[in-house]
Nanobody, 111 residues
Framework: QVQLVESGGGLVQPGGSLRLSCAAS????????MGWYRQAPGKSRDWVAT???????AYADSVKGRFAISRDNAKNTVYLQMSSLKPEDTAVYYC?????WGRGTQVTVSS
């Protein structure tokens, strides 16, 4: 049973950058498609980005050109590099396999 732990969230000013990590244990995720999602207060959980097992990537329009998803199979970890952050990016960010969610990491973009 895979377990996912997100980290790297925090408070950042508009225009700043953060890199989120999603460390997996209990199973090798190199053969999985992995996704990042986010949930702002009072809103639904929305898809942000996906990386397939063979490193194809896809992004929501709202983050395209600013966020980059990547993976390091040797570390069993998936990343989300976030740049040019905006207040509307404030949310709890979650990583996910097809069946398992992490607990999330808070990202707050504010001056």
């Amino acid at each position: 049973q895979v377990q996912l732990v997100e980290s790297g969230g925090g408070l950042v000013q508009p225009g700043g950058s953060l890199r989120l990590s999603c460390a997996a244990s209990g199973s090798f995720i190199g053969t999985y498609d992995m996704g990042w999602y986010r949930q702002a207060p009072g809103k639904s959980r929305d898809w942000v980005a996906t990386i397939t097992w063979n490193r194809m990537t896809a992004y929501a329009d709202s983050v395209k050109g600013r966020f980059a998803i990547s993976r390091d199979n040797a570390k069993n970890t998936v990343y989300l590099q976030m740049s040019s952050l905006k207040p509307e990016d404030t949310a709890v960010y979650y990583c996910k396999t097809s069946t398992t969610w992490g607990r999330g990491t808070q990202v707050t973009v504010s001056s």
